[in-house]
């Protein structure tokens, strides 16, 4: 769905506000730039919230993670699917939310950005 007229959407685009990369290749790009360093802190207090222990994750633990996840709900569950969404709690470990659409597979978003997969 795009959002912006196609006068703004040149507009942003010939002054260089806008681009063609999605979040998905800005993050990837930071895996194979920084696949070691930190990109994910879980909040001080998840346990208290959660009951699980606070959590740092690299570019490439995140990277690894959000692909097993990828595969497993394409493997299980999008294919028995019609329409729905699921939204995934914030803390850490699913800072996004993902709408499962039958014929295109499903979009991942997060505050700023949307992805198909």
């Not at 999008?78 to 659409?101: D, E, V, Y």
Request: hydrophobic share 40%; aromatic share 12%; charged share 20%.
């Amino acid at each position: 769905m795009i959002l912006a007229s196609q006068e703004n959407i040149q507009k942003w685009t010939a002054s260089g506000a806008w681009g063609t990369k999605t979040f998905i290749d800005y993050f990837k790009g930071h895996v194979r730039k920084d696949p070691d360093k930190v990109c994910l802190v879980d909040p001080l207090n998840k346990e208290a919230l959660l009951g699980l222990k606070p959590e740092r994750l690299t570019y490439r633990e995140l990277d690894r993670a959000v692909d097993a996840v990828a595969e497993g709900l394409l493997a299980k569950v999008f294919r028995r699917m019609t329409s729905s969404w699921s939204s995934f709690p914030t803390a850490g470990n699913w800072p996004c939310s993902i709408w499962p659409s039958p014929g295109w597979g499903a979009h991942l978003s997060d505050a700023h950005a949307m992805a198909t997969f």
